[in-house]
Nanobody, 125 residues
Framework: QVQLVESGGGSVQAGGSMRLSCTTS?????VAWFRQAPGKEREGVAS????????WYVASVRGRFTISQDKDKNTVYLEMSSLELEDTAMYYC?????????????????????WGQGTQVTVFS
C-alpha cells in the first residue's frame, strides 16, 4: 500500500525558497503536490510521472516551483523559489491518479487516491 509522508515545511520570508519532500514507499506512477489555504479549495500545483520524470505545473507556479524525484530515495521534491504571500498553505503529496490520461492535476484532488498528512508552508512579509 502506498504511504506518503511530507516534510520540509515551515516559515519563510517572501522572496525566499523552500524545499518540500514526499517519501513514496517505492510507488511508481503519478505523484502530485497540492495545496490548500484556509477557506479555499485544495488546488493542484505540480505533478511528476515517476517512470519518465515527465512534469506538469499549474500556471501560477510555473517558473518558480520545480518538482523532481530521487528514485533511490523514493522521494519526490517540490523546490519552491520566489515565494509569495499567496503561496501560504498546507501542502499535500498525492499519488495513484485515477483513470486514463496524462499525469497532471487537472480534475483536482478527486483524481488521486492516496494522500499524505500535509506540511504547512507560511510565507511572511
Amino acid at each position: 500500500q502506498v504511504q506518503l509522508v511530507e516534510s520540509g515545511g515551515g516559515s519563510v520570508q517572501a522572496g525566499g525558497s523552500m524545499r518540500l519532500s514526499c517519501t513514496t514507499s517505492g510507488y511508481r506512477g503519478c505523484v502530485a503536490w497540492f495545496r490548500q489555504a484556509p477557506g479555499k479549495e485544495r488546488e493542484g500545483v505540480a505533478s511528476i510521472y515517476t517512470p519518465s520524470s515527465t512534469t506538469w505545473y499549474v500556471a501560477s507556479v510555473r517558473g518558480r516551483f520545480t518538482i523532481s524525484q530521487d528514485k533511490d530515495k523514493n522521494t519526490v521534491y517540490l523546490e519552491m523559489s520566489s515565494l509569495e504571500l499567496e503561496d501560504t498553505a498546507m501542502y499535500y503529496c498525492a499519488a495513484e491518479r485515477r483513470g486514463p490520461g496524462p499525469c497532471t492535476v487537472v480534475g483536482g484532488s478527486r483524481m488521486f487516491n492516496r494522500w499524505g498528512q500535509g506540511t504547512q508552508v507560511t510565507v511572511f512579509s
